[in-house]
């Protein structure tokens, strides 16, 4: 079936002669439209918040620094959080709603950068964290090309590399738009959260080929990785849903379940839960056990959980079970229908996976058994990959803020694979008597939210 929306073969031959440096000249191409609408706003819209941050002057200078002039307008809305948190470490108790990794990792930079130039304080964290945001952005592409390529087999109706290329293009253009160019976590957490993916996919791979020793390595080493996730930002948790769902499936569905094999599953959970606890340790010590006997410990510090994130979360952005449901809120909830559809709907689909069973293909003599076997996993693997996606949406939609899923969804894999598929498949629906290309609508709209968002996000301006 051809369309004048899909490229035509010689144009795919092109492109994927040199897939990856395609996606690095796509990226280039992209960045650079945003940072133009970014200079070209008009200014700090009606906060100016982004102006308590800015450097002092020097003694020969009374302008601002080159660097501030030039990404100033990067930083606003959390950005502000990331920026100063780096610069002089945590002091107040609502900052640690934020990412503990991200800002020890924007910190370990930005003096890296102040040691190496001339560069003052605030100028080095505001650089390296537009720096970081890009190029974690440019990394979690090339990550989902290698993620893409793995669980291939699982849409084995369409070519592998025009799927990997369209998954990792459509990640480019993320409707999250200017929050993965300006100092935020949510292009550091896509990296990590699809190498966790990645690295999981890949143990399960091993073990289907009883390659044991390397599988269970490769477990325990995603429970790390998923874990640094988790610092970065906290609904990295969601993924530890694939050890609970990897041990239930060891316990009932084999024969003789191996010790060793479960061990590695249950560490693996052990070892992201620790990396995600860390932060909270940290802040119940400063905040629950070296305190002065003048000062009064914090409420939550009693709590039966004594977490700090979800103390912060409920009681300074009244974070909680249908708080967000107000009529005034109504504007976000409409923002945010697109994204929670998508993921929704992408979710549902994927754990139908409404293709021929590989057993069907081995029937028909299309595939090999080994062939038969490799779809059968990596369809089970990429259904697996749905949970923490709908656990997100779900939330998002029930205890978020609401239209923060339009960000949060870019370090999620699945929606990209099932829009993908649509894409290449040519997929329409009949509606008022015309055909209309539902993957056609979502790319558009994806272009057309980020593009507008960059430019509202540079001047102040909602939605965050």
């Known amino acids: 079936m051809s369309d004048s929306r899909v490229p035509t073969w010689t144009a795919w031959t092109q492109i994927l002669n ?50 501030w002039s030039l990404l100033s307008k990067f930083v606003r809305w959390d950005a502000i959080y990331y920026v100063q948190i780096a610069h002089r470490g945590f ?8 990412g503990w990794g991200f800002t020890k990792l924007l910190a370990f930079f930005a003096r890296g950068l102040e040691y190496a130039g001339e560069l003052g304080p605030i100028d080095a964290e505001i650089l390296a964290g537009v720096g ?9 592409c090339l990550m989902l090309y290698q993620l893409s390529w793995a669980i291939c087999p699982a849409f084995s109706h369409l070519n592998p590399a025009q799927f990997s290329f369209l998954a990792a293009g459509l ?40 390659r044991t020793v390397k599988s269970e390595f490769l477990m325990l080493l995603s429970g790390i990785i998923f874990g640094v996730a988790t610092t970065i930002r906290g609904n990295g948790l969601f993924s530890g849903l694939l ?11 084999s024969t003789n379940p191996r010790f060793r094999r479960l061990s590695s599953i249950v560490l693996g959970g052990c070892l992201m839960a620790f990396c995600a606890l860390l932060p909270h340790f940290l802040a119940y010590s400063d905040f629950c056990v070296n305190v002065d006997r003048s000062e009064q410990r914090r409420p939550w510090c009693s709590n039966q959980i004594p977490s700090i994130y979800a103390w912060v979360q409920s009681h300074y952005w009244h974070v909680g079970f249908l708080k967000y449901w107000t009529l005034s809120n109504l504007p976000l909830f409409l923002l945010a229908a697109p994204m929670l559809l998508i993921l929704s709907f992408s979710s549902l689909e994927i754990w139908a996976l409404n293709m021929e069973s590989a057993s069907n293909h081995r029937r028909s003599g299309k ?4 062939t038969g076997r490799a779809v059968k996993y990596s369809r089970g693997i990429v259904q697996r990959l749905a949970v923490p996606q709908m656990v997100l949406a779900i939330l998002a939609l029930t205890t978020y803020h609401v239209q923060i899923i339009t960000r949060l969804s870019s370090g999620y894999p699945v929606w990209y694979w099932w829009l993908s598929s649509m894409i290449l498949d040519c997929r329409e629906i009949e509606f008022l008597g015309e055909k209309w290309s539902v993957a056609e609508g979502i790319s558009k709209w994806m272009v057309v939210y980020a593009l507008i968002q960059g430019g509202l996000f540079a001047s102040f301006l909602p939605p965050a």
């Open 18 to 67: 040199r897939p990856k440096l395609s996606l690095i000249l796509c990226f280039t191409l992209w960045k650079t439209l945003l940072f133009t609408i970014t200079l070209a706003s008009p200014g700090p819209g009606y906060d100016s918040s982004t102006t308590l941050l800015k450097p002092s002057p020097t003694h020969d200078t009374k302008d601002p620094t080159k660097i």
């Open 91 to 98: 002091v107040f108790e609502q900052e640690w709603a934020f």
């Open 132 to 140: 970081l945001a890009h190029g974690f952005h440019l990394l979690s």
């Open 171 to 210: 990640h480019i253009i993320s409707p999250a738009g200017m929050f993965l160019s300006a100092p935020y976590s949510e292009s550091s957490f896509s990296f990590f959260n699809f190498l966790g993916f990645y690295i999981f996919a890949e143990s399960l791979k091993d073990h289907s080929k009883t």
């Open 243 to 253: 050890y609970g769902l990897e041990g239930v499936k060891e316990l009932t569905e």
């Open 367 to 370: 595939y090999s058994v080994e």
